[in-house]
């Protein structure tokens, strides 16, 4: 192949497929991870593996991974992009949304890293792109723990950043804003969705995951010894 490979989680819809419709589009071939396979092979992307992994299950990312560089070689870019909202109030949610949301966005991005990351050291050269949140930057009403997992991603991008600069390998964190994506479907409280649409809709509508794609496009395609450390992004009219 021309181009390395790259590795996708939550690949299955939103801000995941975008992204990976954008990246095959310019000619990496890919490893989709997600747990709808089904919604992966339906993009029929060329070079591209997809397999039904929950990435929690670090032997199974890791299985996934020594099977595609196998076949295309080693990873040379990771997004984590795989994540889970689950919003209430704290003396309301069930703690096991919590558990959920911390065993998704934090130790199934942590999963990842530990895969490739010390190939990429090795090799002096990677990428890996940690798909966050502004939640991971500021607070917002019923968001507490979610923020916390955002927060998380932040703090642990930032600090594997200087933990591995001189070994010239990149961290990189996307900070969207409001998506239109399946994210809020994933919120159990009917009044909570409810407000989140008419938040949206008050700020004449929300970012476009290509918007995120573009974005992780642009960051991962510049020159290896520039790394842009963090993108925030988010519809004009959005206020916090």
Known sequence: MSKSLVVIT???????????????????PLLLLARRVERMEAM???????????????????????????????????????????LGLADEQDPAEWQSMFNVNVMGMLNGIHAVLSGMKS????TVINISSIAGRKTFPSHAAYCGTK??????????REEVADDNVRFITIAPGAVETELLSHTTSDEIK????????????VIAPQ??????????????????????LAATRQQP
């Open 10 to 28: 939550g690949a299955s819809s939103g801000i995941g497929e975008a992204t990976a419709r954008q990246l095959s589009a310019e000619g990496y």
């Open 194 to 205: 409810a407000g989140y649409e008419e938040w949206k809709e008050g700020m004449g509508g």
């Open 44 to 86: 029929n992307l060329p070079n591209t593996l997809c397999r039904q992994v929950d990435i929690t299950d670090v032997a199974a990312v890791k299985a996934a991974i020594e099977e595609a560089e196998a076949k295309f070689g080693p990873v040379d870019c990771l997004i984590n992009n795989a994540g889970i909202m689950l």
């Open 151 to 160: 927060f998380a991603v932040h703090a642990i991008t930032e600090n594997i």
């Open 211 to 232: 918007d995120i794609a573009n974005a992780i496009s642009y960051a991962y395609n510049q020159p290896q010894n520039l790394c842009i450390r963090e993108i925030v």
């Open 123 to 126: 090799r002096k050269h990677g």
